[in-house]
């Protein structure tokens, strides 16, 4: 049903260019902010995630309404957009900054991502277990403003181009049905 209150959703899948990327066009996700969380630092920055020592993750926050879109479908979008399999890494980004991670805001999100992940894990979907770390949500730092809307305002830059365009097709191309019109 559409118009319910809103939901927040917070996944890490690696560089918050991609993940920000794949989810902005989905029908019912209302709000995407790329940040930091998950770590220790009370005031993080870009700089400071890079070097590896804040213990946050870069992650994507959504403001999504439910009765749009289901929490297990922007699941199964970030399931499709990173290797969960590997832990602290995405590509050729390295680090525990890229780590894999579901930062819940519910017992409902909680038991939906544990059913996935045991899911993805019985069907045997990737040749590994899935590492992704099932963490409750805390404090989420917006990211500086140059990191908002990346992918959508420097298309042709090569990390976007060999990375990101790649992942935004593939989403388009996956979840026709629920991207926005």
Known sequence: MKGTTM????????????????????QGVQRVRPGYMGGHDPAPTYEKICRGDSGHAEVVQLEYD???IPFEV???VFFTVHDP?????????VGTQY??????????????????????????????PVVTELVPAVEFHVAE???HDY????????YCRAVVGPKAAKV??????????
Request: with cysteine; aromatic share 12%.
């Open 85 to 93: 399999t590997t832990r602290n890494r995405q590509g050729h980004d």
């Open 99 to 128: 780590r894999s991670a579901i930062f819940y805001h519910s017992p409902e999100q909680q038991a939906a991502a544990a059913a996935m992940i045991a899911s993805l894990d019985a069907e045997g979907i990737w040749p590994a």
């Open 74 to 76: 922007l699941l199964t």
């Open 151 to 158: 992918f959508r305002r420097n298309p042709e830059q090569g």
């Open 7 to 26: 939901a927040l959703a917070t996944f890490a899948g690696g560089c918050f260019w991609c993940t920000e990327a794949a989810f902005m066009p989905l």
């Open 66 to 68: 439910p009765g749009e």
């Open 172 to 181: 388009r191309q996956t979840f026709a049905e629920w991207l926005k019109v």
């Open 145 to 147: 403003d140059y990191h």
